[in-house]
């Protein structure tokens, strides 16, 4: 509408108020359109009591990954989709928008475990975590933050010390989400090895002294 005097301005639109959509290409608006329906019709019905009840539910990985929502911008042949980050904003904003917890899940899988795994792992640990990662069939979680330091790398004391045929860890990190029900642990420490520069190391469930009690009580991400 223009009153002959200014440019003219389109109608507003509440559900897109930036016109994001007329600036998508077709695959991006597929994949938000499949996480929409996936994430109203599969878990929209079951956050309520996810939510009341601080249960974090291990099968909506696999369902996540049927649909292919895990680990979307890593290439295909370790089992992502390949696709741009503009998707993968789309995808978290659909699922961010049933609950926060929920997109936590999804976005410490695909960004702070099978992201750093696929560019800075070894050829051999990719192919082997990131299809199962992918496929929800594996659980990863992030291990930066810790009850000292926060999640400040310079205060961080968990740290790595070499021995035969791999490294000791020694340390505590706290609030990591998905931990309690992880397969593959992504944990980061001070690595003696390399002059007391923070380094990645990937740890399995059932290692020699690694646990990962829940933490209760939250006020917030309790459906995670």
């Known amino acids: 509408m223009s009153d002959g005097h200014g440019p003219s301005l389109s109608p507003f639109s509440w559900e897109d108020p930036f016109h994001l959509d007329s600036q998508l290409i077709e695959e991006e608006r597929m994949l938000r359109d499949g996480a929409h329906a996936f994430a109203q ?8 009591e996810a939510y009341a009840q601080e249960k974090a539910d291990p099968s909506i990985f ?19 989709a390949g696709a741009s980050y503009v998707s993968y904003g789309l995808v978290a904003r659909e699922v961010e928008r049933v609950d926060s ?9 695909s960004s702070l475990v099978m992201y750093p795994i696929h560019a800075y792992g070894s050829e051999e640990q990719r192919k082997k975590y990131l299809p199962k990662l992918a496929a929800g069939e594996w659980i990863g ?16 004391k968990t740290a790595a010390k070499k021995t035969d045929g791999g490294y000791l860890l020694n ?38 002294g690694l646990s990962a009690p829940k933490i ?4 917030s991400l309790r459906a995670s």
């Open 41 to 48: 019709d599969r878990l929209q019905p079951r956050v309520v």
């Open 62 to 80: 696999a369902e996540m990954g049927e649909m292919g929502l895990l680990g979307l911008t890593v290439p295909e042949e370790y089992g992502g």
């Open 101 to 109: 917890g929920y997109r936590s899940m999804m976005s410490v899988q």
């Open 141 to 156: 979680c992030f291990g930066l933050t810790e009850p000292d330091a926060g999640s400040d790398p310079g205060g961080m």
């Open 171 to 208: 340390g505590t990190k706290m609030w990591i989400s998905n931990a309690p029900i992880a397969d593959v642990f992504v944990v980061w420490a001070n690595s003696e090895a390399h002059g007391g520069k923070i380094r990645g190391f990937v740890l399995e469930k059932g290692m020699k």
């Open 216 to 219: 209760g009580g939250k006020l």
